[in-house]
């Protein structure tokens, strides 16, 4: 039965489900793989999906919901330490935390799976899909190569643009601002008209964050970045002072207020689905939440406007949601066995229809509405630093953000937040060395 079908005969699947439990054999029916995941928005289509996986083949699957995802985390964290892990789970948090849980044998090595009859599992998907979940040889985390975590869909970070309201500040609403002086220039207008300019919640540091790396690698290359987050190359650097620079321009200019540095995501969203924003920066998980808040909203997605043609402009972008097996889970074959059915095109189409996320797999591109269209040919222009094989301190990358943020309210300059990151990034290089 086709997952899209569900819905409508709901009870078709009732009686398929009895007719194959019925046929089963005994051990089939006493299997029940249990999954964990904090994907609110996603559970109705998971338990769809779990009803048609146990019409096929009578194993029940256990979709456990755990929100929000900071609760969700600490779940997965006392699971591991009492040694209660579910069959299949997420991590939520950087790759050095996903290393540590593989290197104390909590997560299956999926690599074997991946690569079987001539390596068609790991084939469905996109290669960025994949990167975030996969650890090369001789990697900073000292873990053996391979493929820990299925990605379920993808995710990328960009900014999204009003098309009505750039058609009221007199713009062509196909033609965003392509280069950032356009953008700021854009934002004196925005300012006479009352409006917001851009918003994003920039409360959660991890989006000031990310967007600060975007202009970084538009600015410096990506080698320079790495190179900096190895020790080689200062924070005090005239190219991140220059990165830092820009968010005292847009402060200056309009396009962005001093409101946005105490916003949280949801609160920006609402602004921006009840069109008081033009812009709004945000990731591709956003098709779904400005659907239920304004099924009539007309926007566009762009590139953040760039600086300079010397180095491309990278946004985030790779695997959204992945699941990893337990590798202590007595289940462990039949988990992957759902796993790889999850992936498979019927069940990526559906989860595309019903929760309107970027699919991890490539078949299901043709079936992807304009607006994922959109957002997934960013994926070619994509990085994430789960994909890096270096990683930034928390504190430093906490610093960093912080710094955004009392540069955003005019409290610090861009040269003393530098200053600052770079001291914290001097101590965090000490405490590793000793």
């Not at 949280?264 to 239920?292: D, L, R």
């Amino acid at each position: 039965m086709k997952p899209g079908k569900v819905n409508s005969v709901r009870g078709g699947i009732l009686l398929l489900s009895l007719f194959f439990l019925g046929c089963s054999p005994p051990e089939a029916r006493k299997k029940r793989i249990v999954i964990w995941h904090w994907m609110t928005d996603r559970q109705p289509a998971f338990q769809e999906l779990a009803q048609s996986y146990q019409a096929q083949t009578g194993i029940q699957v256990d979709f456990q919901l755990y929100a929000p995802s900071e609760a969700y985390s600490q779940k997965v964290r006392a699971a591991a330490q009492g040694g209660n892990l579910p069959d299949i789970f997420g991590v939520l948090s950087e790759k050095r935390d996903f290393a540590s849980l593989i290197k104390a044998g909590y997560i299956l090595d999926l690599t074997p799976y991946m690569e079987e009859g001539d390596s068609s599992w790991r084939n469905r998907f996109f290669p960025q899909a994949l990167a975030v979940n996969e650890f090369s040889q001789g990697n900073t985390y000292g873990v053996n190569p391979g493929i820990y975590a299925v990605p379920i869909d993808m995710v990328a970070i960009t900014i999204v643009y009003n098309k009505n309201l750039l058609r009221k500040l007199g713009l062509d609403s196909s033609q965003p601002p392509q280069n950032f002086e356009e953008f700021l220039d854009l934002g004196r207008k925005i300012k006479e008209e009352k409006l917001q300019g851009l918003v994003s919640g920039w409360g959660e540091l991890w989006l000031i964050y990310c967007f600060a790396q975007n202009y970084a690698f538009n600015i410096m290359g990506e080698e320079k970045v790495l190179a900096t987050i190895r020790g080689e190359v200062p924070y005090t650097d005239p190219a991140w002072i220059e990165v830092l620079r820009l968010f005292e321009e847009m402060k200056n200019s309009g396009i962005i207020t001093s409101k946005v540095v105490s916003m949280v995501n949801k609160t920006a969203e609402q602004i921006f689905a009840n069109e008081k924003a033009v812009f709004a920066f945000n990731g591709s998980w956003c098709v779904n939440v400005y659907k239920g808040m304004n099924p009539d909203l007309d926007y566009g997605v762009m590139l953040p406007p760039r600086i300079s043609n010397k180095f491309p402009l990278l946004v985030w972008g790779g695997a959204g949601s992945s699941f990893m097996v337990n590798a202590h889970s007595p289940y462990r074959e039949e988990a992957v066995k759902f796993l790889k059915w999850l992936t498979a095109p019927e069940q990526q189409s559906y989860l595309v229809r019903e929760t309107n996320n970027l699919p991890a797999i490539k078949e299901c591109k043709e079936s992807l509405p304009q607006i994922l269209v959109s957002f997934s040919r960013l994926l070619e222009k994509s990085t994430h630093p789960n994909s890096w094989d270096v990683w930034e301190s928390p504190l430093v990358n906490e610093t960093l953000a912080r710094g955004i943020q009392a540069i955003i309210l005019g409290k610090k300059t861009p040269e003393v937040v530098a200053e600052e990151v770079q001291r914290v990034k001097e101590r965090e290089l000490a405490k590793k060395s000793n």
